[in-house]
């Protein structure tokens, strides 16, 4: 004790220092511990952002891996805990782009009044395409939808609107409005490229100022062949509501009239005296980045084959444009916040037990177009037919005392009645949608496997401030403002980590009650499960 009384502490208060460290260490919560401990490593600025394919990245997925390990959970990738994903990294070196409009040549410049990335299939290439409008570039004639009937695209570029009408049911709509989606359309009706125009109404979630910036610069692209598709269109591009107008009147079309008559009824399809014309040269780069899979095991022999997918999206942005002299771009919020949810789930499940087998995976390439996601939708490590639902863990915004949640994909299927019962564990409701135009049920993990018939949740808190009655709580707006995908996406923010641990309880005790509840089915006369899987079981919607 000489070292202690040198410095004015007596033997006694050092026993009191320390019954109040043990008395401070039981009163923790240790949800809320492992949660902020997860998400404070997986967003340092040593990670450099999580960039897909980057060292930073790697680091995460071995962490993830290693985590996984130590709670007991068996591996479930191709090479033990990881499903290494091949991809190209496309940038773009050059490019003289333009417009033929009637006998006017137009030059275009990238990232201004036009927006093309790099070409994901050839190094060199020079592509002269006649322009073709097919109003909002979708075929479902089940919806009493066919943009491309009575039409040829063959070998030419489509000019569509971003979107899909408002007539549609809010998911599928999101559904069809995924560029991915329309550049499938397209090429299955033979056209060579996608040139796409934004609606005012677009605008509002996706503006063409930030098109313009993000669409030239480097991307990726998972490397393998997909079975049954069609050859994939050769270039996607951007026109800048300016040359937009430009086109259309020149082919007798006031394009403000055009946008109001499409929400109402969808356009006709015809053929513009314009051609697109782009010469580009791109540099590609072959790299992998894993997937981080892991399983438990289901205890009931009966329901062996009844797969729950955890989806929770591992990378972020990167390195990128400094903000404020800081260019680390960490992802605190999104999604090392959610991988740290994922986690956590996964160690209390794996402690407890559930009758259906649950699979988690942290992806890689959710920035860059869900990649991993799709990747693992299309060569998964289970059959996919087996995964009987998926619910994906984007975000932790943990702000406020919520008491709404959010869980797009709820009214559609009997996950909802899991999801609404964990609600009403934490003290919350589900409410609905209140930005059903921006389409999230498309923008997440989740996104792949409805694609495939399975039924999904993508759930969050909902940001109304129980305390005020806004709409939003400040700490909510300003994260959307000032930090979303910024570099101030960092733990420093006013994060309560006593509201992560609550959403991580919800969270866990919604994969719970999925994987031990009835076996998940979409609900009777449902418009998504018409459309994504119309030969699946149904069961009837509980009354309100």
Do not use: C
Request: hydrophobic fraction near 45%.
């Amino acid at each position: 004790m000489k070292d202690v009384v040198r410095w004015g502490v007596g033997a006694a208060s050092v026993a009191a220092l320390l019954i109040a460290a043990s008395v401070s260490a039981r009163d923790r919560d240790p949800v809320v511990d492992a949660v902020k401990a997860h998400t404070i490593f997986l967003a340092h600025d040593l990670l450099e952002g999580r960039d897909t394919g980057s060292k930073g990245y790697d680091i995460a997925a071995q962490y993830v891996a290693s985590a996984f390990l130590q709670y007991g959970l068996e591996p479930a990738g191709t090479d033990g805990y990881l499903q290494p994903v091949p991809l190209r990294r496309r940038t773009l070196v050059d490019n003289k782009l333009s417009l033929r409009i009637g006998k006017e040549e137009v030059a275009l410049v990238n990232g201004d009044t036009v927006a093309v990335d790099a070409s994901p299939h050839q190094a060199s290439e020079a592509l002269d395409l006649p322009l073709v409008f097919v109003g909002w570039g979708i075929t479902a004639p089940d919806l009493g939808l066919d943009d491309y009937r009575g039409i040829d695209v063959r070998g030419k570029a489509v000019v569509l609107i971003e979107g899909a009408p408002p007539s549609l049911p809010g998911a599928l709509r999101a559904h069809y409005s995924w560029v991915q989606q329309k550049e499938r359309m397209a090429a299955a009706a033979g056209a060579a490229a996608i040139v796409t125009i934004k609606s005012p109404a677009r605008e509002r979630f996706s503006p063409w100022s930030m098109t313009a910036q993000f669409r030239p610069l480097p991307a990726v692209h998972w490397n393998a062949a997909r079975a049954n598709q069609p050859p994939p269109v050769r270039a996607t591009v951007s026109l800048s509501p300016a040359m937009a107008s430009r086109l259309f009147q020149a082919n007798g079309i006031d394009l403000a009239r055009l946008y109001v008559d499409a929400e109402k009824k969808p356009p006709k399809a015809r053929a513009f005296d314009a051609a697109i014309r782009i010469a580009r040269t791109s540099a590609h780069e072959d790299i992998r980045s894993p997937n981080v899979a892991a399983l438990i095991p289901g205890s009931d022999p009966a329901l062996k084959d009844e797969y729950i997918l955890v989806l929770a999206h591992l990378d972020h942005v990167g390195v990128g444009k400094p903000v404020d002299g800081d260019a680390i771009y960490n992802g605190a919020i999104d999604n090392a916040g959610g991988v740290a949810v994922l986690l956590e789930a996964a160690r209390a499940l794996k402690a407890r037990g559930t009758k259906r087998p649950v699979l988690f995976v942290a992806t890689t390439g959710e920035e860059k177009g869900l990649i991993g996601a799709d990747y693992f939708s299309a060569f998964p490590t289970v059959p996919l037919e087996k995964i009987v639902a998926a619910v994906s863990v984007d975000g932790l915004m943990a702000w406020h005392d919520f008491e709404d949640i959010v869980s797009l994909g709820s009214d559609h299927s009997n996950l909802g009645e899991a999801s609404a019962a964990s609600a009403a564990a934490i003290g919350a409701k589900h409410v609905p949608d209140p930005i059903p135009d921006r389409g999230n049920l498309a923008l997440s993990d989740q996104y792949p496997f409805l694609r495939a018939g399975i039924p999904v949740l993508f759930p969050n808190p909902g940001p109304r401030d129980p305390a005020t009655g806004a709409a939003e709580h400040p700490a909510w707006s300003a994260y959307e403002e000032k930090s979303y995908h910024k570099p101030s996406d960092e733990t420093s923010l006013p994060i309560r980590w006593d509201v992560a641990g609550r959403w991580t309880r919800y969270i866990e005790g919604t994969i719970e009650r999925i994987a031990n509840g009835p076996r998940p089915a979409w609900y009777q006369g449902d418009a998504l499960a018409k459309g994504f899987a119309p030969r699946a079981a149904r069961v009837e919607r509980p009354a309100q």
